[in-house]
């Protein structure tokens, strides 16, 4: 019980912190009128969608909490309001701040480099702060109300997954139709620049921003994780007959996040004439805390290294998934200068060797993560008590999320100096205003593809804890691959991040058409808008890109909750764990693959863009916009729609265990 | 024993029938001097592979049945010498009939439609029937000297799979580096018409269909084939105490084998006007020939229709797998005609929606595995007895490759109208004879997806009966997926097709590099060549496919063999297991992603060029060849080496599972 207090404690510091941080912001200057105007817009814009957003979750929320409730139990279904709700309001708070910190990085980045830094990653923080706050807060109340139960607790989990799938999947389609949209008419067709304000799609685009990098991530964060704890919780409370095993993670994550506030405030007030400088130092040192505070925990708790060696160990592979992430989509390392080079011969060598690179990343972090995995079960005990083994690869998850406070302020900064470069331009403020914003957000392309990798990592082992939650839920000791049923589970279940790749891809073309068709309607329709004479209908774009977005998101959505139901339903426990296993694995390299080439290509164009290969303008550069407009949907809707396609899948089967149990395996009695 | 002999003179019987045919078409005329020069180079360019390539296998197959002699048994290292040399042979037999066909079916092409089609299937018809007369003698005589051992058949196996490795992915790289190379230079930098004399590539382009879609497609289908065979041997001796579960399979076989010579003569004696209907009739003859032959066989055997449902099973499962291959590449369907459509704005939108296609087409092929592993399973009486229910999904595998002779026949015919056409265009024949091959040419396009699609399907069945076996063979009667070895092990490989992606597509950009550089050269020194007053060095740009192709096969080929012997030995048999289904499961994906994109984007550029979008030279057309370049490696080499990857080291496990069962998990013994 103390230790749910102390967690709910941790997590009113990490929002008292973010209050502080929101204040700062909005109190420094926004501008001139012209950039008030464009904030405006774009926060209108953003609100917009949260609004349309939150009728459709109203609607969902109340759906499925009275399923829960009627045929599972009202606790959980509590819960999942809860945790619903939890996960909006970060996302509320984070975006609500990101747009009123992107007009003020603009107008700070007039004095300095790093007073911008300053602005725009307290507005980051603010997401990163109000996630990890609230997650706390919300299981460590929930968890004094309902008296440690462990099961209720995950209905909190799902929650924060649904709200994640529209976050992320929605966000992510909004972004790139946008995105997409503004690109093919406006610098395409109309031959305007990127970020010009004569665009009708252009705000749908910075809003896109926000929408899909600032709360997307925060939401797909916030999932991983609570679901990394409330499966530490679920695994601690069957592998130990005192409560140890459920405090150890509780306490831990409150060590997390004041860990991330120290590495925050360590990024705010540094020095360093380098952006990346001083987001790693804070890093670094959140990092060390965390390991020195997890080995103090661990020792008090358990009276041996074990718990921390696994905790240690899933920080540890997060780390390393980042760097490697950033060797395989950074133009200082060979992969993307060889996808440049292949941009010199055309469109097609382009596209295969980014695919290449893709795939090749994949090995190494699977590599690591499979390491993580034996060895924090071995270390945990695992070879005598695999409930033991299981506990310690939760708590590898855990140990890798426990700075989600921070690699999630890292993670929002990115947009948020983006968008201020958008503002810049679309102001006319002076040059020397756009290189500070350009120089942050190159920094931000390296950390959004870190932030990315690291995304996909923690989904993987999240998920995979889940999984072995799962399996202690329904009560099954094992799951035989060699039994037809397994099998077929696994077979569908890798299939499934296959198809949702392709639905999602689907939906951006589709929606990025009706965006083409509209700014191509307004250039036309419009009398002065290419005069910059006449304001364009900012307003129907934002409507397009909000209503694909929530369109197109059904059907994935969907999808992620009937399928693993039916299979479970048809086929039994067995099988849905199987289908759950195969859907993390071909997830996770999906996700990766998607990730990395498309940073890969992205970074390509803008390393041909820098002068080599004849720069730009010249061939190799037309093959890399390809390559990078082929990317657009790859890293920043598909892929990351696989990190909720497994959790989702993987916390729907661990809620809905009950129902599994009682009337699993209908269509096989059909042969008995 | 009298089932082997059964078994061994169906096999005779085929052979006979292929002696027959190469008979006849070496008797047809093979044009004038000019068209006889040109099959000449063909010809001289295909054997001289060929023999550099026996070279490498005679090394190989030397260590590693020494190897096998040593570590396993001499009787095992005997079937897989005669598994590799009765493979070896089949693509001898089978290329050196194809290079005499396409020359004969372009002088036929002269006459008639319906005379062209006969050649030119009758010269795939010797392939097919090699294949399947060469597998059924080759495991007749064994079965007959090993006394029905069936763990020492799995040699042969292993020496078929690793033949299809040198066959399959050499020939992929040797084939897509010659047609890359050609087109890049020739069609794009000097402006000369495909299959154009005066290009150096021109013939290793040539070459390359025999060498990859010819003895590639026979070699894997051989390992499938005779895969399917061993593996319902295996599961027959374990699953009943009397000898008829491996009575059936043999039997079974030697039925199918008549199947496909009734249904080859069949469509050799059409009198169809369209040559897609003539091998239509003789698919859906011999297939009924082959239900009508099961229900004997199994009922005659079993005294149930039990055995019979599993092949039947199999046998539906793959008519459907490509059909619905066919609905997703053939431009008949929407899904060819949406990225046409989308090649309209650009190479990108082309790019994605041809994935997407690619992604969406993996949902039904696995659905339906799922449902014939089910029902094979279930049907064999799997819910009482295991080992009864995996023999029946192993007689799905038999029965799908059931009329494998007929399937490769039909597959082989396409490469050789192909050539054909080229001979035509090379040897300036009339229009008219042109017409003839494209005709024959697009129905082979067709049915070289399907085939692949059939490829795919049986490889994945396959793959799974052999895991099966090798569960059987380590003795591990369940493999479970939530011990974490298991687990690790689904990771890994599931991420090997990734990895094998990678490596092959990569390997074929540095061939095409490298052939690429040698076009250019020949251009630059040979004086006259573009006037075509100069022949080329075709035996140059041969060489060059031939060494690339050899050594660009290493890599994955040790992979393929080392990954899950390391991973055996290290992490112990469960961990293998896991690797094998996780490999499985991506594999067949990332394969029929591969084939039907690639099959897809090739047919939307050929609808475009029929006049769609805009026709040829249209910028619509231009992205059409960007999808169809890339699609190309996709198609042709790294998607067709997903099949064998998976035999591969299914098998290798199969046959080292002594060792494995001795040596495996030293890695956990540490933790111990």
Redesign the interface.
């Known amino acids: 019980m103390n230790s749910s207090i102390v967690l709910a404690i941790s997590g009113a510091a990490a929002l008292l912190f973010a209050f502080i941080l929101a204040k700062s912001i909005t109190a420094q200057p926004s501008g001139n009128e012209r950039m008030k105007e464009i904030a405006g817009y774009i926060e209108q814009g953003a609100m917009a969608f949260l609004r349309r957003e939150y009728r459709y979750l109203t609607v969902f929320i109340v759906v499925v909490s009275v399923i829960i409730g009627r045929f599972i139990n009202v606790p959980t279904a509590i819960c999942f309001v809860v945790g619903s709700v939890f996960s909006i309001l970060a996302g509320y708070f984070g975006m609500k701040v990101a747009v009123k910190s992107n007009v003020r990085t603009a107008e700070a980045a007039k004095h300095s480099q790093q007073s911008a830094l300053k602005v725009a990653f307290s507005g980051g923080a603010v997401m990163g702060m109000s996630v990890v706050g609230l997650g706390v807060i919300g299981l460590g109340l929930l968890a004094i109300i309902f008296n440690l139960n462990a099961y209720y607790l995950t209905g909190f989990g799902l929650g924060a997954s649904s709200i994640a799938l529209f976050a992320r999947v929605g966000g992510g389609i909004y972004t790139k139709a946008a995105d997409v949209g503004a690109d ?1 008419v406006g610098k395409l067709e109309a031959g305007i620049p990127e970020d010009d304000p004569r665009n009708p799609a252009v705000i749908a685009d910075n809003v896109g921003d926000n929408v899909g990098d600032v709360a997307g991530m925060g939401a797909d964060l916030f999932e991983s994780y609570v679901g990394s704890i409330i499966s530490a919780i679920t695994l601690g409370a069957a592998a130990f007959n005192n409560n140890k095993g459920i405090v150890f993670p509780m306490i831990l994550s409150a060590v997390g996040v004041v860990a991330s506030i120290i590495g925050a405030i360590v990024v705010r007030t540094s020095k360093a004439e380098n952006p990346q400088k001083a987001l790693n130092i804070g890093t670094y040192i959140s990092g060390i805390l965390m390991i020195i505070g997890a080995a103090v925990v661990g020792y008090t708790t358990f009276g041996d290294f074990k718990g921390f060696s696994a905790i240690a160990a899933g920080l540890i592979v997060g780390l390393l998934i980042g760097k490697i992430t950033e060797i395989y989509t950074s133009a200082d390392y060979k992969s993307v200068k060889e996808v440049a080079r ?1 941009a010199e ?5 382009t ?3 980014g ?3 893709g ?2 990343s ?2 190494w972090p ?2 690591l ?2 390491v993580g ?2 060895f924090s ?3 945990m005990g ?2 005598t008590d ?1 409930t033991l ?2 506990y310690g ?1 939760a708590l590898a998850a855990v140990g890798m999320l426990s700075t989600t406070g921070l690699v999630v302020s890292v993670d929002a900064y990115g947009p948020i100096a983006d968008n201020a470069g958008g503002i810049a331009e679309m102001a006319s403020l002076p040059h020397s205003v756009r290189e500070v914003t350009d120089k942050l957000d190159s920094v931000g392309n390296t950390t959004a593809a870190i932030g990315k990798g690291f995304a996909i990592g923690s989904a993987a082992l999240t998920a ?1 804890a889940l999984f ?1 939650a799962y ?1 202690q839920a329904v009560d ?13 589970g ?3 279940g ?2 499934l991040p ?2 949702y ?3 999602t ?2 939906s ?2 589709r929606a990025a058409h009706e965006m083409v068709e509209e700014v191509r309607r307004q250039f036309k329709e419009i009398p002065g808008i290419m005069e910059g004479k006449a304001t364009p209908e900012y307003a129907t774009c934002i409507d397009i890109s909000t209503t694909a977005a929530l369109r197109e998101m059904v059907l994935p959505g969907v999808l992620a909750i009937v399928i693993p139901l039916g299979v479970g339903i048809l ?1 039994g426990p067995e099988a849905l ?2 289908l759950i ?2 859907a993390i ?2 997830g ?2 999906v996700a990766i ?1 998607m990730a990395n080439a498309g940073a890969a290509w992205d970074n390509s164009k803008k390393y041909i863009e820098s002068g080599a290969h004849g720069g730009r303008n010249s061939e190799a550069h037309k093959a890399g ?2 390559g990078d ?2 990317g657009d ?1 790859f890293k920043d809707t598909a892929g990351p729609a696989m990190n909720i396609l497994i959790k989702l899948m993987t916390i729907v089967s661990l809620v809905f265990a009950p129902i599994i149990l009682k009337f699993g395996g209908i269509l ?1 009695n059909l ?2």
Do not use: C, H, R, W
């Open positions: 093919l292949q011969t055309g469109s097609a060598t596209i295969i060797s695919l290449a690179v795939m090749k994949t090995m699977i590599i993560i499979a995995i034996l079960y071995f270390v695992g070879n695999p083994g299981l690869i995979l072995a399996a099954i000791k094992i799951i035989d691959l060699l039994a037809p049923t397994t099998l077929v696994v077979l569908i890798a299939m296959f198809l790749g392709a639905l891809m689907e951006v073309g086929l764990g199987g296993g195969g694995a071909t996770v390299l693959l916009i390809v407009t082929v949907p096989l042969f008995k």
